[in-house]
């Protein structure tokens, strides 16, 4: 299976025989291949050597630690993951990481020193000339896989923007690693247009990002849909002793921690903690940080080897508490044409990303309006709509809404690490009766 970039086809190499069959003329294609529990961790060798490969050092709290052709690479596996990895807002150019909504989860261990054997689930690049081959999976997988990116003659490109366009040679590192990912999980490649496992590849394979509905339909095929009792990691807190996870579906008894393993272990294996009981009807596990616990991921698993047994792959540092995500509340005033205002926000309030957007979809059509915020909630009848926001307002930024969209970008200070504040936008609207709407309210904390 070889990614093409004369015939803009992407594909992986077997290591022990070239596998040829007819392309799929509709759908995913299963080679057999499945990633049991003790095959989930994955490592990076990072001996890219284009300067744009890890030009990218903008830490990004879901991916703690990593930056450059690491972070474009954990990234592309964790789009695979049964959740959102993290908050999963921060990649510009999908709504959601972590897509796949299937009984499987990926975890990063970490950097290799070498690129490894064929069956060590480390990715690097391949010295040399590749030819019309971008990258190559080496399988059968069942047993562990290796991922090589060809250096010559491409420019591997980081991210996690765009990509310019002005060299034609250049590719993304993030969504090639995508479909790289989906063959050491078990796909072929598929006929779908526009899905990751296509053979097309377009926008130096930025769209291959974002895994599609064929390939979401691919995964949950080998490791079936997502158990509504699969155990859940939605946070965790640090405390002088270990941390606390919070989440849902964990064991009373014997509930297995998993850590990524900061020691730089030729294995890749993560750290484990084992026989920890859990409490609160099974929302929570308090757990003592072993001394090799790393920047990572953290799971639980429960007992059993299903593949249901195994939690989601939540970012982890042992130094931070995790971000979270800003979250809607109240209700919009729809425009005078009906639609009705959708306020969100794009990136994460972290200081270490330095800024996010505000965005607001489904307002007027064209028109002026003004975000704000407050230290506090409020519910208070305001024309014909609800001001959401009190306290001490703050009036944010202009808004300007062109076929309905209009967005403001916002800093994250230092200082507001750890704080709460509430925004809203009034926009302008001749249509109503009091000249002028109101949207729902956004729920935004700040994080490192």
Request: glycine share 14%.
């Amino acid at each position: 299976m070889r990614l093409s970039d004369s015939a803009l086809a992407v594909a992986g190499l077997a290591a022990a025989a070239l596998i040829l069959q007819p392309a799929p003329v509709a759908g995913y294609v299963l080679t057999g291949d499945v990633l049991e529990l003790t095959q989930r961790d994955f490592r990076v060798f990072n001996n890219f050597t284009d300067p744009e490969a890890n030009d990218n050092h903008v830490p990004d709290p879901d991916y703690p630690g990593a930056t450059g052709a690491v972070l474009a690479i954990w990234k592309g596996v964790a789009e695979w993951g049964s959740r959102p990895h993290g908050t999963g807002l921060t990649d510009p150019t999908q709504p959601v990481l972590g897509s796949g909504g299937a009984n499987f989860d990926a975890m990063f261990q970490g950097l290799a020193s070498a690129p490894g054997g064929p069956n060590r689930n480390i990715v690097s690049q391949i010295d040399g000339f590749g030819g019309a081959t971008l990258a190559f999976t080496e399988i059968p997988s069942s047993n562990g896989w290796r991922i090589r990116f060809w250096e010559d003659p491409k420019v591997w490109e980081d991210g996690p923007g765009l990509i310019d366009g002005s060299n034609p040679s250049s590719f993304d590192i993030q969504g090639v690693m995508a479909h790289e990912y989906g063959h050491a999980l078990g796909l072929n490649h598929s006929g779908v247009l526009g899905a990751t496992m296509a053979t097309n590849l377009s926008a130096f394979g930025i769209p291959m990002r974002s895994i599609e509905a064929d390939d979401m339909a691919g995964v949950q095929a080998i490791y079936g849909i997502a158990s509504t009792s699969k155990p859940r990691i939605d946070t965790y807190t640090l405390g002088p002793a270990g941390i606390t996870l919070i989440g849902a579906h964990f064991d009373a008894t014997d509930n297995e921690v998993w850590f990524t393993d900061n020691s730089g272990s030729l294995i890749g294996s993560p750290v484990r903690i084992a026989h920890l009981p859990a409490s609160m009807g099974g929302t929570r596990l308090d757990v003592t940080l072993p001394p090799l616990a790393g920047e990572g991921d953290i799971l639980v698993h429960v007992p059993g080897t299903a593949h249901s047994t195994l939690s989601n792959a939540f970012p982890f540092d042992p130094d931070a508490e995790p971000c979270v995500a800003p979250s809607s509340y109240g209700t919009s005033q729809p425009t005078s044409s009906g639609s009705v205002p959708v306020v969100s926000a794009v990136g994460l309030p972290s200081t270490m990303m330095g800024g996010f957007q505000i965005r607001v979809v489904s307002g007027p059509s064209t028109g002026t309006g003004v975000l704000f915020s407050g230290d506090q909630m409020a519910n208070v009848p305001f024309g014909g709509g609800t001001l959401l926001v009190g306290g001490q307002l703050v009036r944010e930024s202009a808004l300007q809404s062109q076929f309905g969209i209009a967005e403001a970008t916002l800093d994250a200070n230092p200082a507001a690490i750890g704080t709460t504040r509430f925004f809203q936008v009034w926009y302008a609207d001749a249509g109503l009766p009091g000249g002028a709407g109101l949207t729902h309210g956004l729920t935004i904390q700040y994080c490192e």
